[in-house]
């Protein structure tokens, strides 16, 4: 394998930011039309919508940053399972509300924590991203955070429901703070953000939501990755089947 | 299985600093951070507004339009409290 | 007060209230106002908002499958849009004592009705563009002349409404305009879809005049102020010539320009169709019921839970306090 180079490394770096926000928008938009009432029904969808824009700016720099002419489309559109490189938990289906709220909760705090630190990137498109965005996720975690205060503290059944959706969620979570070479690459060049200390914010944070909840947070028996080397669950094929379908069926077009 | 629905919340946006609170419709939710939440995402999807408020629809205490004559109609006759009423000479400046 | 004042008292009413109308003063909730204009509002605008709430569905299906990152942020906003002029309009409907709950139950019991055009189903994505052209482009043709009805609150929502679906209608026809453009296989999705749409999309201004019962009496309460075939001709005259512009057909021999009325006629409707689907017989009904109320059995638990912790924070609260 040739060297790494930092021109690879950002665009890597910066094509998983894209993948997670795209992939987890979708899951969410899953839910347009079908949510538990109208007024959540377009809470949940302004949240896709950020998430949507958010990979909409990150597939374009990525495209930018790789040089070969590829745009937002072709990023999405014109890769397979293997190439994808979000982390597993956001291509998880969207189960019930309880799930729903528990894997956006988690993304959201991860989100947070995260784009706050990019803020400070040297890379001046990422940092400007990253300030767009972070003001998008503040909002994003207090919205359900209050969700997971009123189902964990809710109904007998709602607990429970929540319980479930902890324990299901719980093998996905170590995933989403593995450094491996680019993480390290554009932490040492100032660019990216350590996930170390993104887990230590997350840890408190979650804990503390999960304190008023009255939840608890499992450790898990074990951890599933390498959704980032594009070693994906069954799940993300369909998605991607169902979403790359007309595009693949008719190339090289406009829509 | 007994169908369950949340209290209905009165919203009022601010359009722009300077101006009023006005009143733009409702939302239902089971709480008042829920209530400002759902306003915000109902109401302002169009960044028509930079400030909210919401009450729950119950505490809102209105006129009747039996009230109509006991209350307004009082007022008609008090035309002195209007500028129209007094004649000031044109010639009078700052008035 | 005996029976015989009661009726002089309802009749002076009525007349105050026809006078307030015609002098084009608005209606508002607390006023006095005659029962059978009560439900008739009711009944419309609660129509009007199951139309928003269900006419997500159609739409929805296609924004895990939109074809570009564009084309699906539109689509998502468009669908979202929906929803939230379905609420304003339940926020009206409510204003005149009905409550969402019993709306949303009639709904789902089958005793409320929404717009036909919703029953029909979304088969390629053409017809996505087709609808926000077609379909909204209706809409938007009745719901210009519903922002001087008569009921204020009504009126209101119908104003917001107008506001942000002027993207709606343009956002269609600029989808179409790329397939009108594009290679055999799109210009062949996009005629197809004109052809499944124009006449569900004539049906969407209700039956003709003449078979048209209540109208009468909601253009005295100026509930509406123009009748079905106005509207729909003044749609017919607006779209042909963009269908033309796309390079389309017109999915109908008899459609053409007629010099001496200044408008175009058209050939005759598919009535049957029509009253099948309002029946319930058509292509989606089942479905779109079925989704609705699966959605809201659903999410009972979840609003369950919020009032149950709702009803916690308020409990502590109070022995704090």
Redo the contacts between chains.
Sequence with gaps: MSELTQQDALFTYTLRLADNALILGHRLSEWCGHGPFLEEDIGVINTALDLLGRCRMLYSYAGEVEGKGRDEDDLAYHRDEREFTNYLLMEQPKGDFAYTTIRQFYADVWNLHFYTELCNSKDETLAAIAKKVVKECRYHFRHNAEWVKRLGDGTEESIQRMNDAIAEASRFVNEMFEMDDVDQMMVDAGIGVDLNEVKAKWIASVDEVFAEATLQRPEPEYDRSGGRLGLHTEQLGFLLAEMQYVQRCHPGLQW | MVDQYLPLWEVFVRSKRGMDHKHCGSVHAADAEQALQYARDVYTRRSEGNSIWVVEAKHIVASQPDDQEAFFEPADDKVYRHATFYDVPADVKHM | MTPQDQVVDIDALETEFQERIDAEKKIEP???MPEAYRRTLIRQISQHAHSE?VG??PE?NW???????????IL??K???E??H???L??AA?TLGS???QMV?DLHAGKAKYSSIFNYPTLS?ADIPAIGWLVDGAAIVNQVALCRTSYGPYSR?MI?VCK?ESFHARQGFE?ML??A???E??KKMCQDAINRYWWPALMMFGPSDADSPNSAQSMKWKIKRFSNDELRQKFVDQTVPQIEYLGMEVPDADCKWNEERGHYDIGEMPWEEFFAVIKGHGPCNHERLQ?RQ?????????????????K??ADKKQSVA
């Design positions: 607390k006023d006095w709430v997500q569905l929805g924004i895990t499958r939109a074809p570009s990152l564009r084309r699906k942020a998502l906003a669908v979202q849009d929803a939230g379905g609420l304003y339940y926020s409510e409550s969402r709950e139950d994505w929502a917001r942000e989808g790329a397939l453009r594009g290679n296989a799109q989704a699966k959605a809201h059995d659903e999410g009972n638990w979840v609003r369950e839970a919020a009032l149950a912790y709702q916690k924070q």
